[in-house]
């Protein structure tokens, strides 16, 4: 398997900071979408802001003939749960990628990535094992590379002469 060439590793570095962080992201708000769609469907309520109800609020769903419909007013935070998770899986998806490619990892670590964002939990252990395999094999790379790369010695001359 082709490896990271030495001059991608800043790139690496910074697609695995956007990777950590995203990873993060992703997790918190599939939990909260995993607790919504609980309180949704198991429990009958959606969350609201502002409306008749006040500032934060759980209001009925009813079941109808074509689906689930919120009896609430106001600002539907269920729903923007949903929303916000689905756009912070595009985000972490492009995040994956980008550590994917730079890292030359083949496509099955890549649907391991991709899997983050849907399996709840799995984003906060995938984040810490990148993270940590990630900086290792900089660190070993550059470690290997630095003991194989030879010093150059200083040049005799007449500038260097008098100076021992």
């Not at 695995?16 to 992703?26: E, K």
């Amino acid at each position: 398997m082709p490896q990271p060439k030495l001059a991608t590793f800043p790139a690496i570095r910074g697609a695995l900071r956007f990777y950590q962080i995203a990873s993060v992201i992703t997790g918190v708000m599939l939990l909260l979408l995993c607790a919504e769609m609980i309180i949704k469907y198991a429990l009958g309520y959606e969350l609201f802001a502002g409306g008749s109800g006040g500032l934060l609020w759980f209001a009925p769903v009813v079941e109808t003939a074509t689906g689930h419909e919120s009896t609430g007013d106001g600002t539907n935070l269920s729903l923007g749960i949903l929303i916000a998770h689905g756009w912070f899986y595009v985000v972490y998806l492009f995040a994956c990628f980008r550590v994917w490619s730079l890292m030359r990892w083949g496509f099955v670590r890549f649907v391991t990535l991709a899997l983050g964002g849907i399996v709840p939990l799995l984003s906060f252990f995938m984040e810490a094992r990148v993270g940590r395999e990630v900086k290792a094999y900089l660190a070993e790379r550059e470690a290997s590379e630095a003991s194989i790369t030879p010093v150059p010695a200083p040049a005799e001359g007449p500038a260097t002469e008098g100076i021992r």
